[in-house]
């Protein structure tokens, strides 16, 4: 049952989430986008796109993930039952493969030679990478200097799939600059070159592209639960930075007005203190990155940088889609510090032998909160979206 | 008659293709921007274009993107460029075109900024990442307001789009030479005479070419199939340059826009 009677169609043919979305780009681009979505849809309404699709997530991503029931975390919180839809368990460790294949293999059916990405932490990269090496492409990963030193791991995964690694050095260097980097060089080589973003940000198409190829979270997500509780989850939480897997997760359920749903955003050292990735908490409705959302900026409309202890949250936009969710009242944003997030990260290690990814302990942290004054009869879907074996270093220095 | 249209038909008297040139306001400052204005004009620039500073330019190359920063570094807002736009009105008549990304305008509010715009003596807005399909409000308040309009084409663009920007723009039309980022380049590959020729089959607005123009060789062969060339990375070059030596940074500037002035006769 929505809450509404009219079933949720966004977004509308242009792209736009009620005011958000779009596309705000050069004219140079617009064929492009017109091109891909027109792609898109045609490959959309083609069975045999979605046979191609589903072979990799299962053959090769190892899908479907499990829904694994956290008892122990469950018993030391004391109050509603906590599953972890396991995303960390599906090949290069998180969600992020998801997408890229379904954009390789939509790259593939047009025919272009050549992919490029941007990425933060790597993760995004890692699987962009995979992908191309998968399907024989060429692939050019833009990366923000600050992020390739923070994440070298990553930067060698990327360069042993084959991929070509350009570390970014303008404005911020860290993902605003590494998208703006990669928009260029589409911009650029646009005849030949597929685009691969990241999360459900960017022009449209891709803020829906990202978010259908993504719902398999929580497509299998559901059917799971209800083999499992026999009903749907009170409460779903994911975290968000773009708010590619948090979309994945909550899309499926959006008609689902009794299923609560909480974005959790990185309040980095606090929202006082001004180092923080809490677009939609703290941020204000602007243009970025080809699509009108909420954003971090100063009183003249220029982005600020972002702050998270998690190199993927480490953005100051968000996917349009949850600008519209936060103002139409569908999906809760809060926020928790890179302090609590770090209690988190070693807490799920320590309770269930599951290291996660920082991006995903903020949702962990914000379960922490909830699940105790909730009852036992009550059920909670946490997006476990990584796995954190990227950030050891990282948490070791902080820890 | 706008003082775009009025230079435009000017210019057709004298056989001349216009001459626009991009500076970033504030670029190292933004009294340095009002006098490389001042000399521009005095070269024979016929209409100037001012970048409003934007933290991701998007379209730009590096040379833009870094005048960007530095004017950035210190603090150039719309309100600035504004005041900008009215000391250059109190003293000349030369057509103004304001160039930007859309958060900052967005920001300042579509409608007082096109009010504030008129007033300072503004002719005609440009904002590189609002196609006509997302322009609405803010078009709509430059009309109201008396501004043109401008709005890119670039060689991907199909008929259909060539179709959209003709009746949604004024003033001119800016033809983007090359699929890519702003940057000077020493040659420039597409048939660009094609371009210009479909775009005129679609519109009576004149038609200008821009990104990519560093050499007065080139002004000339655009300027022959072309109603304005369109200079901005080669003289924010000479401002990044010139470090603190401003008066060498004029010199050059005047010396460089005398030459591609000269070249814009046909």
Known sequence: ???????????????????????????????????????????????????????????????????????????????????????????????????????????????????????????????????????????????????????????????????????????????????????????????????????????????????????????????????????????????????????????????????RKIGVEAAGHGLDSGLHSATITAGSVGVLHGSKTYLLQDEDGQVKGAHSVAAGLDYPGVGPEHSYFQDAGEVD?????????????????????????????????HVRKIAPSMSSEQVIVICLSGRGDKDIHTASSLL | MGRIKEKFRELREKNK????????????????????????????????????????????????????????????SVSDVLSLVRRIRSRSDIPVILFGYYNPFFSYGAERFARDAREAGADGVLVVDLPPEEAGELSTHVEREGLDRIFLLAPTSTEERIEMVSQNASGFIYVVSVTGVTGARPDMDYDLEDLVERIKRRSELPVGVGFGVSSARQAAAIASFSDAVIVGSALVRIIEGGGEERQEVLGRISSFTEELSAACYR
Request: charged share 20%.
């Open chain 1, 333 to 365: 944003y809060v926020s928790v510090t890179d302090e609590e997030a770090l209690s988190a990260f070693s807490f799920l290690s320590e309770v269930e032998g599951i290291i996660p990814a920082l991006e995903t302990a903020h949702a962990i942290a």
């Open chain 2, 17 to 76: 293709a216009a001459l626009i040139c991009y500076v970033t306001a504030g670029d190292p400052d933004i009294d340095l921007t009002e006098q490389i204005i001042g000399h521009m004009e005095a070269s024979g620039v016929d209409m100037v274009e001012i970048g409003i500073p934007f933290s991701d330019p998007m379209a730009d190359g590096p040379v833009i993107q870094a005048a960007s920063e530095r004017a950035l570094a210190n603090s150039t």
């Open chain 1, 1 to 259: 049952m929505g809450k509404t009677d009219r079933k949720y169609s966004y977004p509308d043919v242009e792209g736009h989430f009620g005011d958000f979305g779009g596309r705000y780009v050069s004219e140079t681009l617009m064929p492009a986008l017109i091109e891909l979505q027109r792609a898109y849809d045609e490959a959309a309404a083609d069975e045999t796109f979605h046979e191609e699709i589903d072979y990799y997530l299962k053959q090769y991503a190892g899908r479907p993930t499990p829904l694994y029931y956290a008892r122990a975390m469950t018993e030391n919180l004391g109050g509603a039952k906590i599953y972890l839809k396991r995303e960390d368990l599906a090949h290069t460790g998180a969600h992020k493969i998801n997408n890229t294949i379904g954009q390789g293999v939509l790259c593939g059916r047009m025919g272009k030679d050549r992919i490029i990405a941007e990425t933060g932490a790597g993760q995004h990269g890692v699987a962009t990478a995979t992908v191309a090496a998968l399907l024989n492409k060429e692939c050019v990963i833009y990366m923000g200097e600050e992020d390739t030193k923070r994440q070298e791991l990553n930067v060698f995964r990327m360069k042993l799939l084959g991929a070509e690694v350009r570390p970014v050095v303008s404005g911020t260097k860290t993902l605003k600059d590494a998208m703006n980097e990669a928009m260029r060089d589409w911009v650029t080589n646009v005849r030949n070159t597929f685009y691969i973003i990241g999360s459900v940000a960017g022009p449209h198409p891709y803020p829906m592209m990202v978010r259908d190829f993504q719902s398999v979270i929580g497509h299998e997500a559901m059917e799971q639960i209800l083999a499992a509780e026999g009903k749907l989850p009170d409460t779903l939480v994911a975290c968000v930075g773009g708010g590619s897997n948090a979309m994945g997760l909550f899309f499926p359920f959006i008609e689902e007005s009794g299923v």
